[in-house]
């Protein structure tokens, strides 16, 4: 190994740090997001209102219900309601995923705590708030008042605490 | 008739001439019997009429003396006697005569006529007799003596003489009449008979001649046919002569060439036995080769059966090598699933963390680790799933590559089966051909030792169309003699025109 092969990797190494000390550099306030992908779509709720990440196992599914809800699971004793995100956020199916995760979201302040079925979960990321970009006004469609905007990487930012405590998801059957 | 038309010219003129010969001879036997017969019946007409007119003389004579007498006797004494003596003497000469004449026949009479003109002789020399006795009596002037005598005897006698003449007269008349009639018949028969059979014979001379004639003409026809084919043969002969010779040459010519050629073909015979000799050789290597060659089938035929084996070997072994990488799919299937929860796992320990807030920084860097390692693990079972699929492909592939191997060493071990077949056909053949090749080389060799008798022949053909060119020409003059001599045939025809 000769002197200019040392200074190649070193290079890349230097290259490769600079990649990291990017995301640990931070002057202005970050959020925690967790990253999820509903039909190819990546989507991202804030961590703060995530209580935990399971694997769909035990649906029971319960009748006289809206379409969104798909049935409840038994989370360590705790009856936990699960609902379908590709209805709520009015997704077309594209195929069938079995690798379906729910993120079991809870408000702690109004007692509120559910689950939503997603495709897959992509990871925690840190976003800063001038990385969300609002979301066009002409655009009116359903779900609209929970998007919070989006990433120049094309994420979708739910606004998380607007969704949990809207009244669309109460249930009035009960 | 048809034994006459079939028959030679020459027999046919002799039998004509001797059937002429035959018909003359015979008229001149006719006309000499003919001649003959009336010298014959003119004597005895000349007899029988010398006779019967002599009689007649005497019955005059008789008469006459007679009336005389008688005269005298009634006259008597004025009767004259010298008339009657000189009378009478004439009457007795040519009595005298005429019965000198019948006695002249007498040796020609038969024998009654004969006694008949006896007795009447006999009466006569009676009556002259008497007469004389008369006569006397009449000079001596006895007249009634005289008539007593007359009375008495010589009229009985004249009278019977008389008779006897007139018979004797009749039958000689009656002969005459009845040879006249006879030498009529006879005269009339030859009159008939010659001219008719002279006749026949002109008719039969005739016919000779024509036949002659028409079958000169004939011949003369024919000959003519002949000369005319001599000639045109003559002609044809000249020409093929000349054919003839010009055909020599261009055979003498083709001769040469042909004596080359059978150079050429007896040095290609020598070449063919030295190639049917190789041949053999050649075929025996073979014979032995296909036999080298049926035990290398055999033994092919044991490997393809150890290639079969150690091809069920190989699928036994596939077909483990399958089911264990499905095992190992599995197993890689749990693998990802403990990496998705490990994943998981991360992710809510990284909820957590953030939860925590500053005290849990580190424990979000962890979870961060953590998360990595079982996206790395993801990626390994990926990319073990990959390296499966390609092993199952491959397994695949290799379960239909002996799979193929099998029936390749099945139908391996026909072929060879079926070349082991052919070879002993081989073996067959080159034996044939070895058999062949033999027979090729003694028939060169017989071809060869034919080749050299057929130079001999050769000359011997040049030497004979020299002496046929020789003989063309001979051939030429003697069609032109040919030729000469129809002509001249011809000539001779026309001056004998028949």
């Known amino acids: 190994m000769n002197i200019s092969d040392k200074e190649i990797l070193k290079r890349r190494a230097t290259k490769l740090a600079k990649k990291t000390n990017v995301e640990t550099e931070q002057n202005e306030e970050q959020i925690f997001m967790l990253c999820f992908e509903l039909a190819s779509q990546r989507y991202c709720l804030d961590t703060s209102f995530i209580k935990e990440v399971l694997v769909l196992k035990d649906l029971t599914p319960i009748p006289n219900t809206p379409d969104f809800v798909i049935g409840v699971i038994n989370v360590r004793g705790q009856i936990l309601a699960v609902y379908n995100a590709k209805k709520i956020f009015n997704v077309k199916e594209i195929g069938i995923k079995d690798q379906n995760k729910v993120i079991v979201l809870k408000d702690n302040d109004k007692d509120i705590e559910f689950g939503i079925l997603v495709d897959g979960i992509i990871g925690n990321i840190k976003l800063s708030l001038h990385e969300i970009e609002s979301i066009p006004d002409s655009l009116n469609e359903t779900g609209k008042e929970y998007l919070k905007g989006i990433t120049d990487n094309g994420i979708i930012v739910i606004n998380t605490k607007g969704f949990i405590e809207s009244q669309f998801l109460v249930i009035k059957q009960f | ?498």
């Not at chain 2, 004259?80 to 009378?87: A, G």
């Not at chain 2, 003109?117 to 004389?132: A, G, K, P, R, S």
């Not at chain 2, 006879?186 to 000779?208: G, Y």
């Not at chain 2, 290799?398 to 070349?419: C, N, R």
Request: net charge negative; hydrophobic share 40%; no cysteine.
């Open chain 2, 1 to 498: 008739m048809s034994f006459f038309k079939d028959s030679s010219l020459r027999t046919k003129m002799i039998t004509s001439v001797l059937a002429l010969f035959i018909i003359a001879t015979i008229v001149l036997f006719l006309a000499y019997f003919f001649l003959h017969n009336i010298v014959k019946t003119e004597k005895e007409q000349d007899k029988f009429s010398t006779v019967s007119l002599n009689t007649v003389k005497l019955r005059a004579n008789v008469n006459q003396t007679r009336i005389i007498i008688l005269e005298a006797i009634s006259q008597k004494e004025k009767f004259n006697k010298d008339v009657i003596s000189k009378t009478i003497f004439d009457t007795k000469v040519i009595s005298e005569n005429s019965i000198k004449e019948i006695s002249k026949y007498n040796q020609d009479q038969n024998e009654t006529d004969l006694l008949q003109i006896n007795d009447v002789i006999q009466f006569l020399t009676l009556y002259y007799e008497n007469l004389n006795k008369q006569i006397d009596l009449i000079e001596k002037g006895k007249y009634d003596e005289l008539v007593q005598f007359d009375e008495s005897i010589q009229k009985v006698i004249s009278s019977k003489l008389n008779d006897k003449l007139i018979e004797l007269g009749k039958m000689q008349d009656n002969k005459l009449r009845n040879l006249s009639d006879g030498s009529q018949n006879t005269s009339v028969f030859a009159l008939w008979t010659i001219p008719s059979l002279i006749v026949f014979a002109l008719i039969l001379f005739f016919f000779i001649v024509y036949w002659i004639s028409a079958a000169l003409r004939n011949i003369q026809k024919e000959v003519n046919d002949g000369i005319e084919i001599l000639s045109e043969s003559a002609t044809n002969i000249l020409t093929s002569a000349t054919e003839v010779s010009t055909g020599t040459t261009e055979t003498a010519t083709a001769l040469t060439e042909n004596t080359t050629t059978i150079e050429e073909i007896r040095q290609t015979a020598m070449v063919a036995n030295q190639k049917a000799v190789k041949v053999v050789e050649i075929s025996q290597l073979s014979a032995k080769t296909a036999l080298n060659g049926k035990d290398s089938v055999m033994e092919t035929i044991e490997g393809m059966k150890k290639i079969s084996v150690q091809m069920d070997m190989i699928s036994e072994s596939v077909i483990k090598l399958s089911e264990q990488s499905r095992v190992i799919g599995e197993i890689t299937s749990s693998v990802n699933d403990l990496a998705d929860q490990s994943n998981l796992l991360a992710v809510n320990a990284a909820i957590e963390a953030a939860k925590a807030g500053d005290q849990g920084k580190g424990f979000a860097v962890v979870a961060q680790e953590i998360r990595s390692l079982a996206e790395q693990s993801k990626q390994a079972t990926t990319q073990v799933k990959d390296i499966l699929n390609d092993i199952q492909k491959a397994v695949n592939q290799a379960v239909m590559a002996t799979e193929q191997g099998a029936k390749a060493v099945e139908s391996g071990s026909k072929l060879a089966l079926q070349s082991g077949d052919v070879i002993q056909l081989m073996t067959d053949s080159a034996n044939e051909a070895a058999n062949s090749a033999i027979q090729i080389s003694a028939s060169s060799q017989q071809q060869m030792a034919g080749m050299e008798q057929i130079v001999p022949a050769m000359e011997n053909i040049r030497k004979a169309i020299e002496q046929n060119v020789v003989g063309t020409k001979q051939t030429q003059e003697a069609a032109n003699k040919l030729n000469e001599l129809g002509v001249s045939l011809k000539n001779m025809l026309i001056k004998y025109k028949v």
